[in-house]
């Protein structure tokens, strides 16, 4: 099975660094063609356009769930496509967000899936941004990061004692720096949950920072081969600020 996760950078056209819309939604068609990816996990999907032209792209080959849109607010940015039937979703919005993360719907989106007659987790997220431009309390941003960790790993929780599945998928934008001490901690409580499996060596994902914030993490009880790669990372900063991560397991 092949899994792709990335963060696309289609923020509203009015705060988005990134022009030309059309051009990229058909570069990420493109590369999403060629990557041939089985589960599919993007993360800044917000603008309106490109929830619609990549939803209408998907349909015919994957079975496809979004964050769920809102009046008031931005939805949360997040797709979820499978090639396999889709069981069961749920979304749940972050309490605790701070700076211009605060006025969208950020959270988790949840999918069971059903692959060879077995049933699997899918967790698709993005944690708040540790640089907000928009923020008056920056000193709250680790305590705000905390929580929103402490809200996941109790969704995870509840969801793998809930279903009773052993075959897990998490990915996302965590903006979680690989170095850092929150990631270490986040590593060590969900090892607490489950026997979870990641890559144990850096992988840049941030293409303007030089650092991994975005994973891609499996708890699952088939062969223990995993693969790790990024596609192409260099030719993608006109496209996004995020590099494509795919992850291959044996299930």
């Not at 969208?104 to 999918?111: E, S």
Request: include cysteine; proline fraction near 3%.
């Amino acid at each position: 099975m092949k899994i792709l996760s990335w963060n696309i950078a289609f923020l509203p056209e009015m705060i988005n660094e990134f022009k030309n819309s059309s051009l990229r939604l058909n570069a990420i068609k493109k590369i999403i063609t060629h990557i041939n990816p089985d589960i599919i996990c993007l993360q800044e999907v917000f603008s309106s356009e490109s929830r619609k032209v990549l939803s209408d792209f998907l349909k015919d080959k994957y079975y496809i769930t979004l964050s769920p849109k809102t009046m008031f607010l931005l939805n949360g940015g997040l797709l979820l496509a499978s090639k396999y039937p889709i069981k069961a979703v749920d979304y749940i919005i972050f309490k605790n967000r701070i700076g211009e993360d605060a006025l969208c719907q950020k959270g988790i989106l949840y999918a069971m899936i059903e692959y060879k007659n077995k049933n699997i987790n899918i967790f698709n997220t993005h944690l708040n941004n540790d640089t907000p431009i928009f923020c008056m309390n920056k000193e709250r941003i680790p305590e705000i990061k905390k929580n929103q960790l402490n809200e996941y790993l109790k969704f995870v929780y509840n969801k793998l004692y809930n279903t009773n599945i052993n075959i897990n998928i998490l990915t996302g934008d965590f903006n979680l720096d690989y170095r850092s001490r929150f990631y270490n901690l986040f590593i060590k409580k969900l090892g607490n949950i489950m026997k979870i499996c990641t890559n144990k060596k850096e992988i840049i994902t941030d293409n303007l920072n030089n650092k991994q914030i975005d994973y891609i993490a499996t708890c699952h009880n088939g062969k223990k081969r995993y693969k790790y790669k990024l596609y192409a990372s260099t030719r993608f900063k006109k496209i996004s600020d995020h590099n494509p991560l795919i992850k291959k397991i044996n299930i």
